[in-house]
């Protein structure tokens, strides 16, 4: 199998359906989706279920956490994470992906999206280094290994991507557009860090 797209969800019963269809459309098919509900009190699991069957229920309300129950059971070759609240941009994502991870040497393809409210944002940001965000990347899971997430609730991914990247790896930097970043949606983890 190509691809594992992990999704950690929670109480996502109003926006989780934007990220769903996005994977659901994809014209290359060599994936699985794992959606991890963590602490859904709501429809999550039910609406996820119509998806895939690979539907994980854990009880740690924490994103690191849930991402880490979707690492131990994906089986792709390579890794995506995609939170509940944000989506693919087109249905070909996956083929460009494909064909990107069978032409490099990389351990990890870092890509470009689309930032609500700012426009375009390259793999690297202003400053020079690469997003700390787990979304904006594509991963080989043998580089990943035994790597995971800290219990750290918000920040999770940013200590991932510092292990990660702290291990002598390849990095393939790509200024194509995957993932649109729903940034501030009310009720998300990106607004309540500014509030």
């Known amino acids: 199998m190509k691809f594992s797209v992990i999704i950690p969800a929670y109480n996502a019963e109003k926006h989780i359906y934007p990220a769903l269809d996005s994977v659901q459309s994809q014209a290359f098919k060599d994936y699985e989706l794992i959606v991890v509900c963590d602490s859904c009190t709501d429809k999550t699991e ?11 229920r854990i009880w740690e309300h924490n994103d690191g956490m849930a991402r880490n129950a979707g690492l ?8 995506l994470f995609l939170d509940d609240d944000d989506w693919f941009l087109h249905e070909y994502v996956f083929s460009l992906l494909a064909w990107r991870t069978g032409t490099t040497m990389a351990d990890v393809i870092c890509f470009s999206f689309i930032f609500k409210g700012r426009g375009y944002a390259r793999p690297l940001g202003n400053a020079g280094g690469i997003w700390p965000a787990v979304w904006t990347k594509c991963y080989r899971r043998e580089a990943i290994g035994d790597t995971r997430f800290p219990n750290i609730y918000s920040v999770s991914d940013s200590y991932f991507t510092g292990e990660l990247f702290s291990k002598e790896l390849k990095v393939d930097i790509w200024d194509m557009p995957m993932v649109y970043y729903n940034y501030l949606r009310p009720g998300s983890i990106s607004a309540k860090d500014v509030m």
């Open 72 to 79: 131990d059971a994906a089986q792709g070759d390579w890794i």
């Open 46 to 56: 039910q609406i996820a279920s119509k998806y895939t069957d690979k539907v994980l």
